[in-house]
C-alpha cells in the first residue's frame, strides 16, 4: 500500500482540499475526509455529507474551545477512545443549521478572530472535538491529526472531519480507501505517519 507524503497532503490543505487520513488498523482502522475550518465551504461539506456519510465533526485547539466557552459534553467520558465531544453549536445567523450551507456558516464562524461565545446557540448540528495539546504524540486519532495539519499547513488550529462508509452502511477499510482516494484524486495518508513526521520535524 503506498501513501502520500505529508508535505502533499499540507499543500493540499493550505489550497482548501478535503484529504483523506486513515489511523491504524489496530485501532479504530478507519479513514476521514478532513479539511481546514477556514475553508469549510458548501461544497466541502456537501462532498462529505455525500460521500463520507458519517458523523460531520469540527476538530479544534484547546485554545479555540477556550475562547468559545464549549463545555464538554459529558463529565465522565465512557467513549471508547474517550473522543473529547464538547456541547454542539450552531451560528446564531442560521434557521435549522442541519443544510450544508449553515454547517458551512457556523464552522467558518468559529476560526474568525472576532468570534465570542454568543454567537452561538446550544445545541446545534456542528460538533466541535477538543484535540490533545501535544496533537497525535499525545493520542493518535482523528481529532489530534486534524488539528495537527491544520497547524503544520499554517492554518487555524480548526478543521472537519467524516467518517467514511461503505455503501452498505459499514465502515470502508484501507484497501477501500485507498481506491477512493485516487477516484477523487486526493491526498491519502495515515496517522503513523504524521506522528513520524512530527518527530522528524520536532527534534
Given at each position: 500500500?503506498?501513501?502520500?507524503?505529508?508535505?502533499?497532503?499540507?499543500?493540499?490543505?493550505?489550497?482548501?482540499?478535503?484529504?483523506?487520513?486513515?489511523?491504524?488498523?489496530?485501532?479504530?482502522?478507519?479513514?476521514?475526509?478532513?479539511?481546514?475550518?477556514?475553508?469549510?465551504t458548501t461544497e466541502n461539506i456537501n462532498f462529505m455529507a455525500t460521500h463520507g456519510k458519517g458523523l460531520i465533526c469540527m476538530?479544534?485547539?484547546?485554545?479555540?474551545?477556550?475562547?468559545?466557552?464549549?463545555?464538554?459534553?459529558?463529565?465522565?467520558?465512557?467513549?471508547?477512545?474517550?473522543?473529547?465531544?464538547?456541547?454542539?453549536?450552531?451560528?446564531?445567523?442560521?434557521?435549522?443549521?442541519?443544510?450544508?450551507?449553515?454547517?458551512?456558516?457556523?464552522?467558518?464562524?468559529?476560526?474568525?478572530?472576532?468570534?465570542?461565545?454568543?454567537?452561538?446557540?446550544?445545541?446545534?448540528?456542528?460538533?466541535?472535538?477538543?484535540?490533545?495539546?501535544?496533537?497525535?504524540?499525545?493520542?493518535?486519532?482523528?481529532?489530534?491529526?486534524?488539528?495537527?495539519?491544520?497547524?503544520?499547513?499554517?492554518?487555524?488550529?480548526?478543521?472537519?472531519?467524516?467518517?467514511?462508509?461503505?455503501?452498505?452502511?459499514?465502515?470502508?477499510?484501507?484497501?477501500?480507501?485507498?481506491?477512493?482516494?485516487?477516484?477523487?484524486?486526493?491526498?491519502?495518508?495515515?496517522?503513523?505517519?504524521?506522528?513520524?513526521?512530527?518527530k522528524r520535524k520536532e527534534i
Amino acid at each position: 500500500m503506498t501513501f502520500h507524503t505529508i508535505e502533499g497532503a499540507l499543500e493540499d490543505l493550505k489550497r482548501g482540499k478535503i484529504i483523506l487520513v486513515t489511523d491504524d488498523e489496530n485501532r479504530e482502522n478507519e479513514g476521514d475526509f478532513i479539511c481546514a475550518a477556514q475553508f469549510a465551504t458548501t461544497e466541502n461539506i456537501n462532498f462529505m455529507a455525500t460521500h463520507g456519510k458519517g458523523l460531520i465533526c469540527m476538530p479544534m485547539s484547546e485554545e479555540y474551545v477556550e475562547k468559545l466557552k464549549l463545555p464538554q459534553m459529558v463529565e465522565n467520558n465512557t467513549d471508547n477512545h474517550e473522543t473529547a465531544f464538547t456541547v454542539s453549536i450552531d451560528h446564531i445567523t442560521t434557521t435549522t443549521g442541519i443544510s450544508a450551507v449553515e454547517r458551512s456558516i457556523t464552522a467558518i464562524a468559529c476560526v474568525d478572530e472576532n468570534a465570542k461565545p454568543e454567537d452561538f446557540r446550544r445545541p446545534g448540528h456542528m460538533f466541535p472535538l477538543k484535540a490533545k495539546k501535544n496533537g497525535v504524540l499525545e493520542r493518535n486519532g482523528h481529532t489530534e491529526a486534524t488539528v495537527d495539519l491544520c497547524r503544520l499547513a499554517g492554518l487555524k488550529a480548526c478543521g472537519l472531519c467524516c467518517e467514511i462508509m461503505r455503501e452498505d452502511g459499514t465502515m470502508m477499510r484501507t484497501e477501500e480507501l485507498a481506491k477512493l482516494a485516487e477516484h477523487f484524486q486526493m491526498k491519502f495518508i495515515t496517522i503513523k505517519d504524521l506522528q513520524d513526521y512530527r518527530k522528524r520535524k520536532e527534534i
